[in-house]
């Protein structure tokens, strides 16, 4: 499932953050903001031990960023295959990796307390040193909900406890202590045009599309009428990011002259394999190199 994203709905020009290496860059929304590339690694169909040596390999091929998601059963395959956690993932994640952004694509905002969502945030962002992206959605996946007891409720709700979530968690960050090591990124998935958008230009350092070029550019376009609403430059201050899939040489470029500059390979267990991941990190060094 290339692209996969978890719990999400089917449906200034100086960076922000500094420090190259262990602290991943989030630049301005212009030719200068580096291309990245993510891997989700999806937590379904492997013991651990596989998953854990996934994750080592894709940090060794060069990776920006590696992605976990979201649910409680797998998304494709067996419906009652081997699946593990999320978060608790990510703690693991943030001990064995040393270079590599983390993350969830993405955190289904229903699952968890917004204050208690953004404790273990705060966490895992200092167990990793400062490489944590919090990536949220509205959720979507109704055998989870029915499963663990959570009210599944309409898409509506689902979108508006989102809304209500994300002031929560970032007042909560601004609370700990500790604090966080950085203002940590938040990545909205989602590209309902009226209520996600609109949520995105609130609240979102990024913003995780789904679908083709010409839906990216659309509703890239939208997201901004939105970001100019509520005062806030999105094209600047908000990473587009997408899945992508096959050979970059294909699509590659197109989805940079876009807009999208975060492009991540979905991989599925047991065998987790990462030959198009190194097609795509192959691309962006060469792309680097001019």
């Known amino acids: 499932m290339p692209g ?6 089917q449906t200034t020009s100086v960076p922000r953050y500094e420090q190259r290496g ?52 797998p998304l494709s395959g067996d419906p009652d295959g081997k699946h593990f956690e999320c978060w608790t993932m990510l703690g693991a994640w943030a001990e064995q990796t040393e270079r590599v952004a983390i993350g969830a694509l993405v955190t289904c905002n229903s699952y968890r307390n917004p204050d208690l969502l953004a404790d273990m945030a705060r966490t895992v962002d200092h167990i990793s040193g400062g490489r944590l992206i919090l990536g949220i959605g509205a959720g979507w996946f109704a055998k989870d909900y029915d499963t663990f007891g959570y009210d599944f409720g309409t898409a509506g709700t689902r979108i508006a406890d989102l809304a209500a979530a994300l002031p929560r968690i970032k007042a ?64 600047a201050l908000v990473e587009r990011s997408v899945g992508v899939s096959g050979d970059p040489a294909e699509t590659g470029d197109t989805l940079v002259a876009a807009g999208a500059t975060l492009l991540t390979v979905g991989v599925s267990g047991p065998d987790y394999d990462l030959s198009t991941v190194q097609q795509w990190v192959a691309w962006r060094d060469a792309r680097a190199r001019g």
């Not at 262990?22 to 580096?34: E, H, I």
């Open 4 to 9: 996969a994203a978890g719990c999400l709905p």
């Open 22 to 73: 262990l602290v991943p860059t989030l630049g301005a929304m212009t030719a200068d903001r580096a291309v990245r590339i993510g891997v989700q690694i999806q937590p379904q169909h492997a013991e651990y031990a596989q998953i854990r040596d996934a994750v080592r390999r894709a940090e060794d091929l060069g990776v920006d960023v590696i992605f976990n998601w979201d649910h409680f059963f």
């Open 172 to 235: 909560r960050l601004a609370a700990g202590n500790p604090a966080p090591q950085r203002d940590i990124p938040v990545m909205v998935g989602g590209g309902g045009e009226r209520k996600t958008l609109r949520i995105v230009a609130e609240h979102a350092d990024i913003w995780h599309s789904f679908g083709d070029v010409d839906t990216l550019k659309r509703k890239s376009a939208i997201l901004d009428e939105h970001g100019e609403a509520v005062g806030r430059d999105t094209a």
